[in-house]
């Protein structure tokens, strides 16, 4: 079992401070993003692939280009242009999120996404990692739906799944699948008053004993079932950024998920 930083565990640390940190965890690989906070919106790519070189990390994903299944109006641009970037920085993937207002996104759509996202991947050898998003009002909800539009797109040479296990948890989903799965992303929810459907990003902590996900027994069942990449943390809750010292609490969590394991 090997944990990774994403850079939303930490967001108000500068990326070189956030690189060393993870080292010091014993982490070697990371994840940037373009929310929060907005790296690709404030860093030339090559100042950022120097800084991971500097630090001894591999940039694993950058979180995320949205909404990768509605193949219109900028979003060819924007997918260009985030493959662009990950080429020049050096980050192996792009986590690709479906839509997420409640608006309906058919299975052909979904394909017809796919498969034009393949070439600007293929083309920077450039991994998508295609994240199902657990919510109810979701368009792609579960890994099985897509397994089945990756299997149409005929994309397995580019594409594989982002298992989180939040959205893992609200999808309610059982099936694992450990050989099509290249990143895994975990956080906890602890707040006992609020019911699976209404849990959102901001109720996103991290693992801990009182974590309501069954994080450690998704994990367990990855592992089990021969998953052997990294697994990274991505806490969305103010508290967590908020903390004085987030390293001694990911510390914290690192110890217990390893410990419960």
Not at 2 to 27: E, Q, S, T, V, Y
Not at 68 to 85: C, H, I, Q, S, T
Not at 150 to 179: C, K, M, N, Q
């Amino acid at each position: 079992m090997r944990f990774a930083m994403n850079h939303i565990a930490a967001p108000k640390l500068a990326l070189p401070d956030f690189f060393a940190m993870a080292r010091r965890l014993g982490a070697t690989e990371v994840e940037i993003r373009n929310d929060l906070p907005d790296v690709l919106g404030s860093w030339k790519p090559a100042d950022v692939k120097a800084a991971a070189e500097a630090a001894g990390v591999t940039i694993l994903s950058i979180n995320a280009l949205y909404p990768f299944n509605v193949w219109k109006g900028d979003l060819p641009a924007r997918a260009e242009k985030m493959a662009d970037y990950a080429a020049a920085c050096g980050a192996r993937a792009l986590v690709m999120c479906p839509l997420n207002d409640g608006t309906p996104v058919g299975h052909s759509a979904v394909v017809a996404a796919l498969e034009a996202m393949a070439p600007i991947l293929r083309d920077r050898g450039v991994m998508g990692l295609v994240e199902p998003l657990g919510f109810p009002v979701s368009s792609l909800r579960t890994k099985r739906e897509a397994i089945a539009a990756i299997e149409e797109a005929a994309g397995w040479d580019v594409y594989r799944l982002l298992h989180d296990t939040f959205h893992h948890h609200l999808a309610g989903e059982t099936e694992f699948y450990p050989r099509r799965t290249a990143l895994v992303h975990i956080s906890g929810v602890t707040d006992p008053a609020i019911a699976v459907k209404d849990m959102l990003d901001a109720h996103r902590v991290l693992v801990d004993a009182s974590d309501r996900l069954e994080n450690i027994a998704q994990i367990r069942a990855l592992l089990a079932a021969g998953y052997e990449g990294p697994i990274s943390f991505e806490p969305f809750a103010a508290e967590v950024h908020d903390l004085p010292d987030p390293e001694a609490a990911l510390r914290e969590s690192i110890g217990f998920v390893r410990g419960a394991v």
